[in-house]
């Protein structure tokens, strides 16, 4: 059975908008880690729709800046997302590899969230993030190995700001 | 038909990129070094290698970043205080033909050094139940987040005496309680301890809202006097001074005139006309106080 020209260009354009949907979302993939959140249990204060995600979105652009930071060497990409002692730590890591001549770049590919503690006031939210993720040494422009995949447990103390929700603890710990 | 074979191979190759690439990852590329899987921040503890030739440790996490070269067949010692913030850390030691790494972490001290202490409001009227609220988290000597649970006490002194004590341990490093203010303004001492470390807050206990209201008249000529009784809540503290005392006069339903008086050492006062058959009232807030007629009071 012959389809008409015109049938076949329709199913031919909808094949490549399906094709390029298929790759727009692997490689979405690729770009942004696997996250799941479990907010059950967050108390004393009720945990608003809202503010979970608000603190997930923050949360999560934590690692990017963190990321940027310890692959460019620049504390000063740190300061969207920490404050306080986080960021005091994490600038000191900073600067100590950036006195080695090493640079660290790190990927995160998955994240399991648990909000576990919302203060009464309202002022800080405490998560628990199994994350996996792709770490890559590089000492004076020389790669050491392959990305090293690793998974740890991570413990982070969040607390408003104006716009944002900002990291004030962030630290690794025995799963 | 050429098209869709190559929708078809487009997508093999996309396949085949994402299993090579995850084979790529969980491919392990080295032996492990032999480090104990958690130490103590701040501690001591050697590294054996097995390095044939010179080589470099890189011992790397988000929390600290250690290098240090190694000779042949020595040992890597890290010292006391070198490696203390607590994290999940890589090591990797480089060098030709070698390549050994192991993952491990470095956990706080149990010791409590320092507690970060937020006590909300820092004042707040009295006889509020659970209105206090405080949240502490605890540190060790590197201001790590302690992990395991250490148990906080709070303790809320008011200035009449009175003490609330409440001891709860820590999960995940934070602790918190909510307290009662207060039936007795004043400043109220807020201390949280664990272990040898304390950190106090002073909460303002204010006095509540007006509990009742009453005033009384006196004629001076064409004019009323008006004063209140001193001005309490309902625990019988004077209410603060400033608090806004609204008096209105009212004739034939219509109203004539008001004024607001601020409290002042406890009470209002204020004068209005004596204009026979009005009617003046007094308020405060939610509060309505008495009415007394001009010409006849009530």
Redesign the interface.
């Known amino acids: 059975m012959r389809v008409p020209w015109r049938t076949r260009g329709r199913s031919?354009k909808l094949?490549r908008l399906g094709?390029a949907l298929?790759?727009g979302l692997?490689l979405a993939g690729f770009a942004s880690p696997a996250v799941r959140v479990d907010a059950e249990a967050v108390g004393?204060r009720a945990l608003e729709d809202q503010t979970r995600t608000a603190v997930v979105r923050d949360y999560l652009q934590a690692w990017k800046s963190?990321s940027q930071a310890?692959q460019e060497n620049r504390i000063d990409a740190l300061d969207t997302s920490y404050l306080g002692?986080a960021k005091e730590?994490?600038a000191?890591?900073v600067r100590?590899?950036r006195e080695?001549g090493?640079k660290?770049n790190?990927r995160d590919l998955s994240h399991h969230l648990k909000i576990?503690?919302y203060?009464?006031?309202g002022?800080?939210v405490?998560l628990?993030d199994t994350v996996e993720y792709?770490?890559q040494?590089v000492?004076h422009d020389q790669v050491?190995?392959?990305?090293?995949?690793?998974r740890?447990?991570y413990?982070a103390?969040l607390t408003p700001t104006e716009v944002r929700w900002k990291v004030r603890?962030?630290?690794?710990?025995?799963e | 038909m050429k098209?869709?074979l190559t929708?078809v191979l487009?997508?093999a190759v996309?396949t085949s990129v994402?299993v090579a690439g995850g084979l790529?990852?969980?491919?392990s590329?080295?032996d492990a070094l032999q480090i104990p899987?958690?130490v103590e921040a701040g501690s001591s503890f050697s590294i054996p290698t097995r390095a044939a030739a010179k080589a470099?440790l890189?011992i790397?996490?988000?929390?600290?970043?250690?290098?240090r070269n190694v000779e042949p067949g020595e040992s890597v010692v890290i010292a006391a205080g070198d490696l203390h913030?607590?994290?999940?850390y890589?090591a990797?030691l480089?060098g030709p033909g070698t390549?050994e790494?192991a993952?491990f972490?470095v956990?706080?001290a149990s010791q409590p050094e320092s507690l970060n202490f937020?006590a909300?409001?820092s004042r707040l009227p009295v006889g509020r139940p659970g209105g206090i609220?405080g949240?502490a988290?605890v540190f060790d000597v590197y201001?790590?987040?302690v992990?395991e649970s250490t148990p906080v006490s709070f303790q809320l002194s008011d200035s009449a005496g009175g003490t609330q004590t409440r001891s709860v341990p820590t999960?995940?490093?934070?602790a918190?309680v909510?307290m009662d203010s207060a039936p007795r303004a004043g400043a109220a001492q807020f201390l949280v301890s664990a272990g040898n470390v304390s950190e106090k807050r002073v909460v303002q206990q204010v006095p509540g809202e007006p509990c009742n209201l009453r005033m009384s008249a006196q004629r001076s000529g064409q004019r009323m006097i008006l004063e209140t009784a001193p001005v309490r809540d309902c625990n019988g503290n004077p209410v603060s001074d400033g608090t806004i005392v609204s008096f209105t006069q009212t004739y034939d339903g219509r109203s004539e005139a008001t004024v607001d008086v601020p409290l002042k050492r406890d009470v209002a006062r204020t004068e209005l006309p004596a204009r026979d058959g009005s009617v003046i009232s007094v308020a405060t807030g939610v509060v309505l106080g008495n009415e007394i007629r001009v010409g006849g009071q009530r």
């Open positions: 031919a094949l094709c298929l790759a692997l004393p963190m310890f002692l730590k994490l000191e890591a100590e590899q080695l090493i660290t790190y576990v503690f203060s009464p006031e002022l800080s405490q628990v792709e770490m040494i000492d050491l190995a392959q990305p090293q995949h690793v740890a447990r413990v103390v603890v962030f630290q690794a710990q025995p | 098209r869709r929708f487009l997508g996309l994402i790529y990852l969980s491919a590329d080295g899987k958690a470099v890189y790397v996490s988000p929390a600290q970043v250690l290098r913030n607590a994290g999940h890589l990797l480089s390549t790494k993952e972490d956990v706080p937020l909300k409001p609220s949240v988290y201001r790590n987040l992990r999960r995940n490093g934070v918190w909510k």
